[in-house]
């Protein structure tokens, strides 16, 4: 059972370009939803993370717009840069277990310069 | 500072042995969860272990198991290994259950 799914699988921007990536969730206890970043051969790095009381977060080049009556959320990355080339997770969790993170299925971005 | 570390990087494995992987948590992290990444796929949580206790548990079958240590450390095995085992197994740590989870590099497991 896929809780959070995640669009579009793969993504080719120009450098300078904002790619954006688009999740969408069914379960109404998630509360916190976290992007990761993972390079080949590396485990997954936290990069950004929203809570449902926030509409956008914004940290460097990320931004997390967050949807809660659509339960849809998304990533965009401004100025893209050729070292974003990554695959990008979005994810989900609920309260008493951020450990126990929900994944989407990945977006494998490639940034050509 | 160590961030989590996992032990091997790479193992391969027959169809129906049994496996190990270790995990030391980032310094100061007393939570460790397991995950298993199917190539081209998102992690699945496996089981999450505070206190030297199972806490929470994904959906794997029983063939899966874990220990905690004194020191935080944690073990996976998997025992009757089949060929859709073969994933890349990472473990997570954090500073109790609900705080953000940092990964290891994880253990590339083939099973043949």
């Known amino acids: 059972q896929q809780q959070v799914k995640q669009s579009p699988q793969s993504l080719i921007v120009q450098k300078g370009g904002i790619p954006i990536i688009n999740c969408a969730y069914e379960?109404?206890?998630?509360?916190?939803f976290p992007w990761y970043q993972q390079f080949p051969g590396k485990g997954p790095a936290l990069l950004i993370a929203i809570r449902p009381d926030v509409s956008e977060k914004k940290e460097g080049r990320f931004t997390i717009s967050f949807n809660k009556s659509a339960k849809q959320f998304s990533l965009h990355i401004m100025d893209s840069q050729p070292g974003d080339s990554a695959t990008y997770f979005c994810a989900a969790s609920s309260p008493g277990g951020y450990q126990k993170v929900t994944f989407g299925t990945g977006t494998k971005l490639q940034v050509i310069p | 500072d160590a961030g989590v570390t996992q032990s091997p990087t790479h193992l391969i494995k027959t169809r129906g042995q049994q496996v190990t992987l270790r995990c030391s948590p980032k310094?100061?992290?007393?939570?460790v969860s397991w995950y298993q990444q199917a190539l081209g796929q998102g992690p699945q949580f496996i089981f999450q272990y505070y206190e030297e206790e199972e806490r929470q548990r994904g959906n794997f079958p029983d063939r899966f198991s874990g220990h905690q240590f004194p020191n935080y450390s944690s073990e996976l095995n998997v025992n009757a290994l089949l060929l859709g085992d073969s994933a890349l197994y990472l473990c997570?740590?954090?500073?109790?259950?609900?705080?953000?989870?940092?990964f290891g590099q994880g253990t590339r497991l083939t099973v043949v």
């Open positions: 997570a740590s954090s500073l109790g259950e609900n705080t953000e989870a940092f």
């Open positions: 379960n109404t206890a998630f509360d916190y």
């Open positions: 310094s100061g992290h007393d939570t």
